[in-house]
């Protein structure tokens, strides 16, 4: 198996089936519906009805509440919803809800719904009666209308599943897998791999290394090399020097030379010259 998701389709159909053949519990974390608020200007954009769980039957529903209504903390949040336990309408009371704190919740469910309904208290001033919290205060009541907003929503207690395939594919799919898959590929990747090979390679590679390899090649190279080698070569030169010397020597020659030099030496000849016997001298 792939240890990700690949970055392409796959060029055939999977060997094997998917790793499990058997109907999952489905949920649309999203599926919570939006009906109304005393604030015009909401639009529930994000949720902050999470669903994270149905049950088979559709009787009941588990959700989070997200607190994502207020930019900050929230005083005071009553949320309503029919309790899974009991059977009976609930009024839950949180206080101090700082943003993204999350709150889980189980509800009973009739005809395949529930209700949920949140209400905040922005201010001090509040029903201190949770049943009268849960509910939109007028201005005869106690509580202050204008630190106060509610959140009416309906959520879907039962989604419809769509099973997994309980043999392989007969054609390659259309993207990318979501998942890892549950068995090798028939065939290699359609694109280069995102990182090395976990063992070499069974051929050559297409093109030079990007890098000096780490041992001696096998054979000679192509080219001159970009810089000298670490070590003497094993024999001399194929060819001589470019161009001559470009110079005198630096000091004269430790015997006589050969020739007359190109330039005068800059000390005199440490030894005698060729012959140190007197000449024959005849006037």
Known sequence: PTSGPTSAPT????????????????????????????????TADPLPIVLTFESDDG??????????????VIPHVFIKYRNQESGDEECAQFDTVTLGTTLPFAA???????????????????????CEACSIPDEGD??????????????????????????????????????????PTSA???APTSGPTSAPTSAPTGGPTAAPTS??????????????????????TSAPTSAPTGGPTSAPTSAPTSG???????????????????TNCVD
Not at 142 to 166: H, K, L, R, W
Not at 215 to 236: D, F, L, R, V, Y
Not at 260 to 278: L, V
């Open 11 to 42: 060029s055939a159909p999977t060997s094997a089936p998917t790793t499990s053949a058997a109907p999952t519990n489905c949920v649309d974390p999203n599926g919570a519906v939006f009906k109304e608020s005393t604030d015009p200007t909401y």
């Open 59 to 72: 009787t009941s529903v588990e959700f989070d509440f997200v607190q994502n209504i207020i930019n900050g």
């Open 108 to 130: 009973e469910c009739f005809d395949g719904v529930t209700g949920v309904t949140i209400y905040i208290y922005t201010g001090e001033d509040f029903p201190s009666e949770e």
């Open 142 to 183: 106690s509580g202050n209308p204008d630190n106060f907003e509610a959140y009416y929503f309906e959520v879907p207690c039962q989604t419809e599943c769509i099973d997994p395939t309980a043999s392989p594919t007969s054609a390659p799919t259309s993207g990318p897998t979501a998942e890892p898959t549950s068995a």
């Open 188 to 190: 290699p990747t359609s």
């Open 215 to 236: 041992k001696p090649t096998s054979g000679p190279t192509s080219g001159p090399t970009s810089a000298p080698t670490s070590a003497p070569t094993s024999g001399p």
């Open 260 to 278: 007359p030099t190109s330039a005068p030496t800059s000390a005199p000849t440490s030894a005698p010259t060729t012959s140190a016997a007197p």
